[in-house]
């Protein structure tokens, strides 16, 4: 077993570095006032084109942020919640809470007032930043008597403004033909993002430090980066894989996360035990040992460009008094790839109409997990032979059914 767990372990061809023996903060401040030394150069284009910053306004405006902040009392202790969508203000923040040196946590844009509590009591979160987008989640938090007093253990509140493009493709699967059309439209480098908050700077398209823009590949992520290893591991087994076998794609090396805040059963869960990062995606690696993401894995769904896990959403249903027991799944779609669907069973004695829990998950939780596949009542939920509720039996219901209308 130890001896095929090192068979197929893929490394870089780059010669490895030595990473610098100094907090995040210097080595980041370091490299600013290098960039600094041309002050034309821009770091930062708003999508309007009406704003940028150079490399000496950004690091000048992330000192200033940290000094306001440190003046506020926020201390190396405090926990940030960053809650907004991309924007120069954003990414200034950042880094002012990387350069204090507190810990940062970020809350996906999409989310709901449920998801913003939930997020807070679990990470015991002190300092939340937001922008204006996230006023009203903010302000359905407050209102709502479950989740105010986690909202009232926040110290300060900081909002930010300005949006700023995203300019890497990436997040989900896009048609080859759609790719190749477009390269060939602008006759440009076509570059697909992958990585994940707890593993970032594992593979590069980048090769021997030349960018490979004749050898483009839809589905190409690159190879493995200095510092990284890589492997494909059999979803039954665990034994890892050759190139172009299919599996769960596991990363190990520097850039990999500590674990994740207050919750040493999900660290345990992500990261095995010859320190391995499970992704939680389906791939392989070709000869050249280039990564190819094809899936996630099976109890994901898949909303438009969005993996919904849909443990968080029946987690969210067992808080409504009527419901018992519940079943998250996906149902296809034909432009959206999977709608939303629960399966519920009712305590004994209550009664709730279909609208009430879609209304119950859309008014407190992300758009994204929005019940759009619909609410299905069933009597008693179907168990597996270790007492787990039975997902698959639900899968085979709806693996023939296909919904057609549009379903906003």
Not at 128 to 138: E, G, M, R, S, T
């Amino acid at each position: 077993m130890a001896e095929n767990n090192l068979q197929y372990i893929v490394k870089s061809t780059l010669p490895r570095f030595e990473y610098p023996n100094v907090s995040v903060a210097k080595f980041f401040a370091k490299r600013f006032i290098e960039l600094s030394s041309d002050s034309d150069l821009i770091a930062f284009i708003d999508p309007t084109g009406q704003s940028q910053l150079t490399y000496k306004e950004f690091y000048q405006k992330v000192q200033e942020l940290a000094y306001s902040l440190l003046q506020k009392g926020v201390k190396k202790s405090d926990v940030f919640l960053f809650f907004a969508d991309n924007s120069i203000d954003h990414a200034v923040a950042i880094f002012a809470a990387i350069f204090i040196g507190v810990t940062v946590t970020l809350l996906q844009p999409a989310s709901g007032p449920f998801e913003l509590y939930d997020r807070i009591q679990k990470a015991n979160i002190t300092v939340l930043v937001y922008d204006c987008k996230k006023v009203d989640v903010i302000r359905k938090a407050l209102e709502d008597e479950h989740f105010q007093k986690s909202i009232a253990q926040l110290n300060v509140f900081l909002q930010l403004d300005s949006p700023v493009p995203i300019l890497q493709y990436g997040g989900s699967k896009f048609p080859a033909n759609i790719l190749r059309e477009l390269k060939a439209k602008y006759n440009t480098w076509m570059f697909e993002c992958y990585g994940s908050t707890e593993f970032f700077g594992h593979v590069n398209i980048l090769k021997y430090g030349k960018l490979s823009f004749d050898d483009f590949q839809p589905g190409n992520l690159g190879q493995v980066m200095p510092n990284v290893e890589m492997k494909i591991v059999d979803l039954k087994t665990g034994k890892t894989l050759p190139a172009n076998e299919h599996g769960e794609i596991c990363f190990k090396g520097s850039p990999c996360f500590i674990g994740y805040l207050n919750d040493e059963e999900a660290t345990r869960n992500t990261i095995d035990s010859e320190g391995f990062y499970h992704s939680g995606d389906i791939g392989f690696f070709n000869e050249d040992h280039c990564l190819f993401v094809t899936d996630r894995i099976k109890e994901l769904i898949k909303y438009k460009i969005w993996s919904v896990i849909p443990a968080e959403i029946e987690e969210f249903l067992y808080r409504h008094k009527a419901v018992a027991g519940a079943c998250v799944i996906g149902v296809r779609h034909s432009t959206d790839g999977n709608l939303v669907r629960a399966y519920v069973q009712l305590a004994d004695g209550t009664e709730v109409a279909e609208q009430e829990l879609i209304d119950f998950v859309k008014d407190n939780m992300g758009f994204q997990k929005q019940l759009r596949g619909g609410v299905r009542f069933v009597s008693e939920l179907p168990r597996t032979g270790v007492g787990k509720v039975d997902r698959q039996y639900f899968k085979q219901l709806v693996k023939d059914e296909l919904i057609t209308e549009a379903v906003p």
